[in-house]
């Protein structure tokens, strides 16, 4: 404690607080709560007496106090939303500002500490957290008490809690697969090499700092892909794809244990220091395992997530810049691919600047070295990387980096090089369908050996092609989205589109179908949309849906009657884009 502090601010967000206590003296403090706002909660300012403000002064403080309704980083789901039909499940997400309406914390991602807890739940109910297990106990009312320690200091968003009817099959020495007893045996399938990932990472950053790292496969209404809880990785059923063709997701989350967890961005202005330096490293793990030309691949995808951002928010929106400002904006509200992929796409830009990944691999374990434990923002960071290769690379290289227009400037990056074999064989694919217009020559090229992300390619350049051709039929578009439809009915009856299982094949091709107007396909739409909740696949899915004249009504009376299946972050924001007050 520094000399004089005589108070200390917690937040807050919906908490019903009883009292506010020193464990050691086991007495009362004054309390109450500043003034409130819809992005950032509540403050709870808790006064210190004068025994407790001189310098060096060590106490705890003990929080009495419940959740309640209004806690926005949980969700409670009826058995009838849980794979087995038969037990509740409850689960947390606390990313962005959440924990804040779970735990009364410093809940910015510069206050880092470890933590240790005990949970209580019902038999057979098992709960899991972002710390290691350190036992459990059976109690004579028919609960268990499990707990947990986590000794890594970690930013409040990374707390994470999840109860259900819960089985785990052993994938590697350090990891096991978590999920209800219908679906363990899928995801141990799914998600078998993540040993090789976490070795691919460790070989490029150091070691693996968190013991194990396990995964737990979620309930549908999980509205995120993956969330790097340390120890205990959260993942979207939407990964199940049979084939392991999704699994760069977990390359990810495990990137995320050095990016973001270990060396964690200052604040949420610095939010691309977590998720660009994150996907930088997945895709040097994907390289490492599957090539050059699939990482190359995942970047092409990536690039095309980047531009719908920015053509979202608009070339010139704050949004778009990659360390912006949010000054009391609910960070939710930035949350976009342009953090991951303009951050990604800078860090390639250096990695070809200073020499390669020969340069680039060890600058990105000295980062974790630096920083570890710690925080990081961009002007400390840009500086380290000059005072880095200082001695490595030439002055005149280093002085053209043109860091303003890269951090703070809107719009688009200019495009690396990547490799683009596979790239090309999509692309020339979609050009042909294209051509022949649904008439002939669809069914000249067998897909059937093809990888899942160069069909998504192929489709993502038809959605290019799909709004060049739309554009240029200005006001005349009913007839251009009829020929449209006449494609993509050739093109399922060729490929069998819509029978694949896989959600990033499924969403790109309902994308397609809905923004052609294809009414046969708005229920397959619809039935995609009802059957999980990750906000990657459902709200661009909705505003598609809201933006087709024939659709419009369908996707407001879809969302009202299943908006309690999905997650509050999800349903808060896709309220919002259907223009839906609450």
């Known amino acids: 404690m520094r000399d004089g502090v005589d108070q200390v601010i917690l937040d807050t967000r919906a908490i019903n607080l009883k009292s506010v206590s020193v464990v050691e003296s086991d007495s009362t403090l004054s309390t109450k709560f500043g003034e409130a706002t819809d992005a950032l909660g509540t403050p709870l ?118 109860v259900g009817n819960l089985v785990s099959r052993d994938i590697g020495p350090r990891s096991a697969v978590w999920s209800e007893p219908e679906t363990v045996d899928l995801g141990a399938f799914e998600f078998a090499e993540t040993e090789k990932f976490l070795s691919a990472a460790e070989a490029i950053c150091g070691p693996y700092a968190w013991g194990r790292y396990d995964v737990l496969l979620m309930p549908p209404s999980f509205p995120y892909g993956g969330m790097e809880n340390p120890c205990l990785t959260f993942v979207t059923p939407t990964l199940l794809a049979g084939d392991r063709s999704l699994a760069n997701v977990v390359a990810h989350e495990i990137a995320h244990s ?8 200052q604040t949420w202005e610095h939010f691309w220091m977590n998720e660009g330096f ?28 980047l531009e719908e951002s920015v053509e979202l928010f608009g070339h010139d929106h ?17 949350f976009s691919s342009i953090p991951y992929e303009k951050g990604f796409n800078l860090l390639v830009y250096l990695e070809q600047l200073v020499g390669g990944s020969e340069k680039m691999n060890p600058f990105l374990e000295a980062h974790c070295k630096k920083y570890q434990f710690g925080t990081v923002n961009t002007d400390d960071w840009v500086q380290f990387f ?36 596979l790239v090309d064989s999509a692309h020339k694919l979609a050009q042909k369908l294209i051509d022949c217009n649904g008439d002939q020559g669809c069914d000249c090229v067998d897909i059937s050996k093809w990888g899942s992300n160069q069909v ?10 799909q709004s060049t051709v739309f554009s240029e039929a200005g006001n005349d578009l009913a007839p251009a989205k009829q020929k449209f439809v006449a494609l993509l009915q050739k093109l399922d009856q060729t490929y069998k589109l819509s029978s694949f299982k896989n959600a990033e094949i499924r969403f790109r091709w309902l994308t ?8 046969a396909m708005f229920q397959n739409a619809v039935d995609f949309l009802v059957s999980q909740g990750r906000m990657k696949f459902v709200r661009p899915l909705y505003r598609d849906l809201y933006r087709c004249e024939e659709s419009k009504n369908l996707a407001v009376e879809t969302f009202k009657a299943n908006m309690s299946i999905y997650h509050a972050i999800c349903s808060k924001m896709v309220a919002k884009d259907l223009q839906i007050s609450s």
């Open 278 to 305: 994150t996907v930088f490293l997945e895709r040097k793990i994907v390289e490492s395992l599957y090539g050059k030309q699939t990482a190359d691949l995942h970047a092409v995808l990536g690039w095309k997530a």
């Open 45 to 162: 300012v808790v006064s210190l007496p004068a025994s407790l403000s001189a310098k060096g002064q060590k106490y705890t403080l003990r929080v009495a106090y419940a959740t309640t309704s209004g806690c926005t980083a949980v969700q409670f789901l009826p058995p009838s939303q849980t794979a087995g039909k038969v037990h509740p499940y409850l689960f947390t997400q606390c990313q962005a500002i959440h924990c804040r309406s779970l735990i009364p914390v410093p809940d910015s991602p510069v206050h880092k500490f470890p933590y240790t807890a005990s949970v209580t739940v019902p038999r057979p109910l098992v709960a899991l957290m972002s710390a290691l297990s350190t036992g459990k106990t059976e109690n004579s009312d028919n609960t268990v008490t499990y707990t947990f320690n986590q000794k890594v200091p970690m930013p409040t968003y990374l707390i994470a809690l999840a």
């Open 318 to 334: 704050a949004f778009t810049c990659l360390n912006c400002k949010l000054n009391g904006i609910d960070p939710d509200d930035a």
């Open 512 to 519: 397609l179908c809905v923004r052609s107007g294809y009414s």
């Open 456 to 465: 998504l390619v192929m489709l993502e350049q038809l959605q290019s092609m």
């Open 258 to 265: 050095w990016m973001g967890n270990l060396v964690t961005s």
């Open 386 to 421: 000059l005072d880095y290769f200082k001695d490595k690379v030439d002055s005149k290289v280093l002085g053209s980096i043109d860091w303003e227009t890269w951090l703070r400037k809107p719009g688009m990056p200019p495009q690396p090089n990547f490799d683009r074999t």
